[in-house]
T-cell receptor
């Protein structure tokens, strides 16, 4: 959905580097969900954030992964010291409070060499 | 066991056929969503259901809350319907969504 903007579309990193994935939700939406989609697997919840607050990070790996959603600017999913197993598609999404419809970004395909 | 199970995993149909994709879930939900993911990855929301039935063009989605089951039907299928269809449920007690692994549909002309 064009309303949720993610960048970059593709990101290539070498093992040990850092990956930063960005998500800007639709205008008027102040929260984002981050999901990871591994090859041949379904989307898995990672974290739910509102502006300046982490609401639920129960799906985040305990190490190397962090997320933020500052008052100004996009939400950032940060992966430090990437490993090959981090290669996946990362999607962010928001939900309309009025209609409860889900809106997804186009995803970031992370490839770790 | 996954919270959301979909069947079939893969489906090939001839153009014009009636298609059904099934979704069963095991958690208490606030709503169920049907999503469509095209090659290239973009995900589009098709339906959000909390009860009954919804129709949009050739697509029909139903949900049975008591049986924890939903179906997505496509009437008069067309090659442009080829995509992965994903069932997702929003749990009633938290913030999480659980996703099925998707049904890959190919409609042959």
């Amino acid at each position: 959905n064009a309303g949720v903007m993610q960048n970059p579309r593709h990101l290539v990193r070498r093992r040990g580097q850092e990956a930063r994935l960005r998500c800007s939700p639709m205008k008027g939406h102040s929260h984002v969900y981050w999901y990871r989609q591994l090859p041949e697997e379904g989307l898995k919840f990672m974290v739910y954030l509102q502006k300046e607050n982490i609401i639920d990070e129960s799906g985040m790996p305990k190490e190397r992964f962090s997320a933020e959603f500052p008052k100004e600017g996009p939400s950032i999913l940060r992966i430090q010291q990437v490993v090959r197993g981090d290669s996946a598609a990362y999607f962010c999404a928001t939900q309309s409070q009025r209609s409860e419809k889900l809106f997804f970004g186009s995803g970031t395909q992370l490839s770790v060499l | 066991k996954n919270e959301v199970e979909q069947s079939p995993q893969n489906l090939t149909a001839q153009e014009g056929e009636f298609i059904t994709i099934n979704c069963s879930y095991s958690v208490g939900i606030s709503a169920l969503h049907w999503l469509q993911q095209h090659p290239g990855g973009g995900i589009v929301s098709l339906f959000m259901l909390s009860s009954g039935k919804k129709k949009h063009g050739r697509l029909i989605a139903t949900i049975n809350i008591q049986e924890k089951h939903s179906s997505l039907h496509i009437t008069a299928s067309h090659p442009r319907d080829s995509a992965v269809y994903i069932c997702a449920v929003g749990e009633s007690t938290g913030n999480q969504f659980y996703f099925g692994t998707g049904t890959s549909l190919t409609v042959i002309p």
